[in-house]
């Protein structure tokens, strides 16, 4: 059974700092690409950052909007992928979601059920 779960969201101040995680199960998680998104109110949900597979050690993607505050970082023996947010802003509020990538061109995924991240201004 493919299970994704969130963790980590939660009500922060401008300026503040949230670190969410994402444990898998389920997948062949050390060769599957992991991704952050998030969905604001009203808006199409977006990529945040993007993490490579155990084949591509150290790849990172991240939106413009949040370079240099943000961090995604994988455990491969913990089957976890995290992003640390810092200098969070009211603009970074949404519900966040863990992707999950694996297979030839990426033909399987998988979605978390998401956790909100709320900045108060």
């Known amino acids: 059974q493919v299970q994704l779960v969130e963790s980590g969201g939660g009500l922060v101040q401008a300026g503040g700092s949230l670190r969410l995680s994402c444990a898998a199960s389920?997948?062949?998680?050390?060769?599957?690409?992991m991704d952050w998104y998030r969905q604001a109110p009203g808006k199409q949900r977006e990529l945040v950052a993007a993490?490579?597979?155990?084949?591509?050690?150290?790849?990172?993607n991240y939106a413009d909007g949040v370079k240099g505050r943000f961090t995604i970082s994988r455990d491969n023996r913990k089957n976890t992928v995290h992003l640390q947010m810092n200098s969070l802003k009211p603009e970074d509020t949404g519900v966040y979601y863990c992707?999950?990538?694996w297979g030839l061109g990426f033909s399987s995924d998988y979605w978390g059920q998401g956790t909100q991240v709320t900045v108060s201004s």
């Open positions: 389920g997948i062949p998680f050390s060769i599957s690409a």
């Open positions: 992707h999950a990538r």
């Open positions: 993490i490579a597979a155990i084949t591509r050690v150290g790849s990172t």
